[in-house]
């Protein structure tokens, strides 16, 4: 506790910080406890549920693309606004628009509908990642919607020609 | 409409749609049907090839890029006569590249072996400022893994590889080469590409149907 109490407030959070991302949330090992909605991170009970989500393993060891199909089983259209990634510093929606990919504001799920981010028509790309990025690892993302509030995602990280995970419908 | 002006229009149809997806702008933009038209052409326009039937069809273009041993590579006379897949991308896209890549590697695995020794698979960066050789070479290991051909991968200066965009008719990339064409141009044995392919989630199987059909087989 001494050794503690000497070390600068900040430090300690920063350390606390990357302890986090390297062990918790890159490995997919965060506490289970420690979210409200993470009983089922695979495909969480609720309002609205995610399938077939994977991270194709980057071949160039610079960012990676999250992939993942979202189902809204309420009768109200919902966004999904942000999302944050455990495996990286930066993470952004990006969706297909006018033939490139750009940066989006949210991705509308319809009522009683789906979304899908798919090679060619969106991804969540990760940038600044905290470390390599191998199959077998799982990455963590907390997804959130404009309605549903937020959810945990655990998604695997496949090798870079290993076919792509199938969504299944709720 | 005359014949040749027909022509002219379905081009400039297909060079829109396939401009890729890669590129990232920072901007939001009005949303668009070009991803579900292109889903539609990329299957079975032409009863013969599962990929996009390219009509007329390109001949194998000539153009002189340098490859990651920082040899001058002959396109057109050093691929000539072999069944070639050519893909201009880079190596930081982080989508619809190592998807498309990945897809080509899964596609020959799926071949005869006979099909699978005669087929060249070039990469052309777009990116001249950051893919460099080392860059290339290293990703391009992440793909070819067991295949008899390892995959080429290209560079050269902006004017070249413009110069190389334009003799394969695909859309000049932009955004420093990551708003790029994400066409998969294939040459067959004869030295024109009948078939390209675009990304879906069918593209293996679809270069896995068409490649031997452009292939020498005995």
Do not use: W
Not at chain 1, 133 to 146: C, E, I, M
């Amino acid at each position: 506790m001494d050794a503690v109490k000497r070390l600068p407030l900040p430090l300690v959070a920063a350390v606390l910080l990357i302890v986090a991302g390297l062990a918790g949330l890159v490995r997919g090992a965060i506490p289970q406890a420690a979210g409200t909605d993470a009983a089922a991170p695979a495909v969480p009970r609720g309002p609205i549920v995610v399938s077939g989500a994977y991270v194709r393993e980057p071949a160039n060891g610079i960012n990676a693309a999250a992939y993942f199909t979202i189902y809204n089983t309420t009768g109200v259209a919902d966004v999904l606004t942000t999302v944050q990634s455990g495996a990286g510093a930066q993470a952004s929606l990006h969706v297909e628009s006018s033939g490139a990919m750009r940066n989006s504001a949210g991705l509308s799920i319809p009522a009683q509908g789906s979304a899908a981010l798919s090679p060619g028509k969106g991804h969540v790309m990760i940038e600044k990642l905290y470390g390599p990025l191998k199959p077998g690892q799982s990455v963590n993302f907390q997804l959130t919607f404009a309605k549903a509030g937020q959810l945990l995602l655990t998604a695997p990280v496949i090798a870079v020609t290993a076919p792509a995970p199938i969504a299944v419908a709720p | 409409m005359s014949r040749p002006r027909a022509a002219a229009a379905v081009l400039a149809v297909l060079a829109v749609l396939s401009v890729a997806g890669c590129g990232s702008d920072g901007s939001t933009g009005p949303s668009s049907t070009a991803t579900e038209v292109r889903g539609e052409l990329n299957d079975h326009t032409d009863s013969t090839y599962q990929g996009l039937a390219l009509t007329p069809p390109r001949p194998r273009p000539q153009f002189t890029l340098t490859d990651t041993a920082g040899r001058e590579f002959r396109f057109g006379a050093e691929t000539a006569g072999k069944p070639t897949l050519l893909f201009f991308g880079y190596t930081t896209c982080p989508d619809v590249c190592p998807t498309t890549l990945a897809d080509i590697a899964n596609g020959l695995r799926q071949v005869p072996e006979e099909v699978r020794k005669q087929t060249q698979v070039v990469f052309v960066t777009t990116d001249v400022k950051r893919d460099t050789a080392a860059v290339i070479k290293s990703y391009l290991a992440k793909f070819d893994p067991g295949l008899p051909n390892r995959f080429i991968g290209l560079r050269g200066t902006q004017s070249e590889i413009d110069a190389a965009q334009v003799a394969a008719h695909v859309t000049l990339a932009e955004d420093e080469g990551r708003t790029h064409s994400s066409q998969v141009l294939l040459y067959g044995t004869d030295d024109y590409a009948r078939v390209a392919f675009l990304q879906s989630n069918n593209e293996a199987a679809q270069v896995a149907h068409d490649l031997p059909l452009v292939a020498d087989i005995k």
